[in-house]
């Protein structure tokens, strides 16, 4: 067993890191980087020379390329004492074109030149883009820099090496008995010193009561759908409204506020430049998140899917079981309409008559607010993702129990005296069984992905249309990273469907016996 999961996992993490590097290699190498830019409120505004920078700075933000700037050259020659500041000042400075530098820019620009196409950059001068009488046109400055493309091999490196960030202090750690934000009370905490995080282990009353920051999963930064949030913690960060609630800030200041003090990371000089931050905190752990009333997406995603799984299951099963063992009478026929219909009408079309039905007919809410109390806003986003899962277990079941009645086996055990109630039970139905089970924890893990189509049509605030809105916006963190969780999920659950079926199937062993 402990060869076959070790096994299991390598492949699987193969497995994952091919598909990452193949979804990298079309992002990077075969779309159009400049796609990038068609919801940027800046690119339209920038021309000329101004333009050209502002795309390779970005495109390095992104991750396409490495992007090294002639005064970026300067200013480090500078802090490494290679040259002085006043010649650092006066080298910086490029003229409209390379016979008007002076003799210390003249000399830094060739060097620049030289030590950039060494290490296989490509490296351009901007002259200055000027009209007829010599003014500079709008960002017609003279600019000079140096590109080159990320391979995909270290691009993959770092991002892989980069999924777990680990806050370890420079300056050390301080554990305590009595959490100050606990008013007194026994609360065990670790506080960091020097290190992102304030809190890096600390108790609450809020599941699952023990929580830490020491080690944080990264699946990658968004650039448009959630600016400068990772992807883990758009799918997991709470939202909905502020939950106000008695605080009391470090320097004893006491108001309702829906700040999240533990949560509480450093910004340098925070304090200086923020009265507000002056009167609430005592150092530059000043930046919290907040206290939200509702679910986090993958919350939403989660609730509506697991709850449909678990009643598709419970109908769809005994259902696909009736219409076998009724095969060609009326309940099978009923079963078989209704399996057609789902296989044959476009998903996006049923989802709205479900909803027209439910609104008009039944009068539940077919627009989900996360505001709302009522929990009738989840009865019809899960039956439209129950009722495509009854019909498929419907069809699989009847079609395994058929073909397992069919066999030899069956017709063996009735000559040996069985009674169709033992053959039944013992037999056939937790041989046809046995698929079943192998998509279980698959069915499970998935409902956290949500689903695309049930998500929009209900305006749910889930996870499914992370992806979709990351693809249509050309948002490349988020696409590795959720593509990253996609198959991460994919490997779990065929690892645990291959474990469940065995659970259940004697006939299958993971450990081999030498003859």
Avoid at 22 to 30: A, D, E, K, P
Avoid at 83 to 91: G, H, L, V
Avoid at 135 to 147: E, P, S, T, Y
């Amino acid at each position: 067993m402990l060869k076959y999961l070790i096994k299991r996992v390598l492949y699987g993490m193969g497995a994952i890191c091919v598909v990452v590097a193949i979804v990298m290699v079309m992002i990077y190498s075969m779309l159009d980087r400049s796609q990038v830019f068609a919801g940027d409120a800046v690119y339209p505004k920038t021309a000329s020379n101004a333009r050209v920078v502002y795309c390779n700075t970005k495109w390095e933000e992104y991750g396409y390329l490495d992007y090294v700037s002639y005064q970026e050259y300067v200013q480090q020659l500078a802090r490494s004492g290679e040259i002085d500041e006043a010649t650092a000042s006066a080298a910086a400075v490029l003229g409209r074109k390379p016979e008007d530098d002076s003799a210390e820019t003249a000399e830094l620009t060739a060097r620049f030149e030289e030590e950039y196409r060494s290490k296989g950059y490509q490296v351009q001068r901007l002259n200055a883009d000027v009209n007829k009488r010599g003014k500079l046109k709008n960002g017609g400055q003279q600019a000079m820099f140096a590109v080159k493309d990320r391979p995909l091999t270290s691009r993959l490196w770092e991002y892989f090496t980069g999924l777990i960030d680990v806050d370890n202090g420079e300056r050390g750690i301080t554990f305590t008995l009595r959490d100050p934000l606990a008013e007194g009370k026994f609360s065990p905490a670790i506080m960091g010193n020097g290190t992102r995080h304030k809190y890096l282990l600390y108790f609450d009353s809020k599941f699952p009561f023990i929580h830490q920051n020491i080690a944080t999963i990264c699946l990658g930064q968004s650039y448009t759908v959630n600016t400068g949030v990772d992807v883990f913690d758009t799918m997991t960060r709470s939202q909905g409204s502020y939950v106000l609630r008695p605080t009391t800030y470090p320097t004893g200041l006491a108001e309702n506020s829906a700040d999240d003090l533990h949560s509480a990371t450093y910004q340098a000089g925070s304090r200086e430049s923020s009265q507000i931050y002056a009167d609430r905190f005592t150092d530059d752990y000043t930046v919290t998140t907040t206290v939200r009333a509702g679910l986090s997406k993958m919350g939403y995603s989660f609730s509506i899917g697991i709850i449909a799984t678990i009643l598709a299951y419970l109908l769809g099963m005994p259902i696909g079981v009736a219409m076998a063992l009724k095969k060609d009478k009326l309940l099978d026929k009923i079963g078989n309409v209704y399996i057609v219909f789902i296989i044959a009408v476009p998903s996006l079309a049923y989802i709205f008559l479900f909803k027209a039905i439910g609104g008009s007919v039944f009068h539940l809410p077919t627009t989900f607010d996360i505001e709302s109390p009522s929990k009738l806003i989840y009865i019809l986003p899960i039956i439209s993702l129950a009722l495509p899962q009854i019909a498929s277990l419907m069809k699989w079941l009847r079609r395994y129990m058929i073909d397992q009645m069919n066999s030899d086996y069956v017709k063996f055990a009735r000559s040996n005296g069985l009674t169709e109630g033992e053959i039944f039970s013992k037999h056939i139905l937790k041989n046809a069984a046995i698929p079943i089970v192998h998509g279980i924890p698959g069915t499970i893990l998935y409902a956290m992905t949500g689903a695309i189509i049930t998500e929009r049509v209900y305006v749910v605030p889930g996870a499914g249309n992370l992806l979709t809105e990351a693809i249509a916006k050309y948002d490349n963190g988020v696409i590795v990273g959720v593509t990253l969780f996609y198959a991460v999920l994919s490997v779990v659950s065929i690892i645990l469907g291959d474990l469940l079926m065995a659970a259940v199937d004697p006939r299958i062993s993971f450990t081999s016996k030498g003859r």
